[in-house]
């Protein structure tokens, strides 16, 4: 109602989002995760799969993706959608979804998408490094040097750790994220 009154609706990206999942509560509160596992500071499902709303009244239409983002492309998605350039001296670390919003794209043909929690995040979370790829997740436990495997199609509950089921993809996942880590940690 604001942006209407002041007359700048369509020239404003409103963007809805949340840097983690829902706390751990029982289904009846607001931010219950059923089904998903866990909550915030957990890369599980329920730690990391939130909705995002982007809305640019008159300039892009409304479509539904599954496609997996993360909250660093925020930043770079507006630069795309209003022709800004991004400055020389900023660091973007994520796509841009404009291809997706404008229906270019269904996915961003990314080769995966990692994620790093080099700290616990209290109420007995871990250290964590993940790696989502083709449709499985990996999360790394890096100080117990314990990893797990999920089939998210399948399992979006992750309940069934496939780790030792699937000790070559296991190992290749990981080589992949832990290269990822490392090229990070360079790029600072």
Known sequence: DALDKLRVTKDTIIVLTSDN?????PASRPTSN???????????????????????????KALKSSE?????????TPLELTGCKQLP????????????????KKTLNRPFLALLYPDP?????QATQTILKDGWKLIHF??????ELYRLDEDVGEKNDLAKADPKRTREL?????EWVEETRQKK
């Open 21 to 25: 999942g829902g706390a751990c509560m």
């Open 34 to 60: 059923y089904t998903l596992r866990a909550s915030k500071g957990f890369n599980y499902e329920g730690g990391i799969r939130i909705p995002t709303f982007i809305t640019w009244p008159g300039n892009i």
């Open 68 to 76: 997996p983002v993360i909250t660093m492309a925020i930043y770079p």
């Open 89 to 104: 001296e900023q660091t973007v670390d994520g796509l841009s979804l404009a291809p997706l919003i404008r229906g270019d």
């Open 121 to 125: 995040q209290g109420h007995k979370s």
């Open 142 to 147: 890096i100080k117990l040097n314990e990893t």
């Open 174 to 178: 990981l080589a992949t994220l832990n």
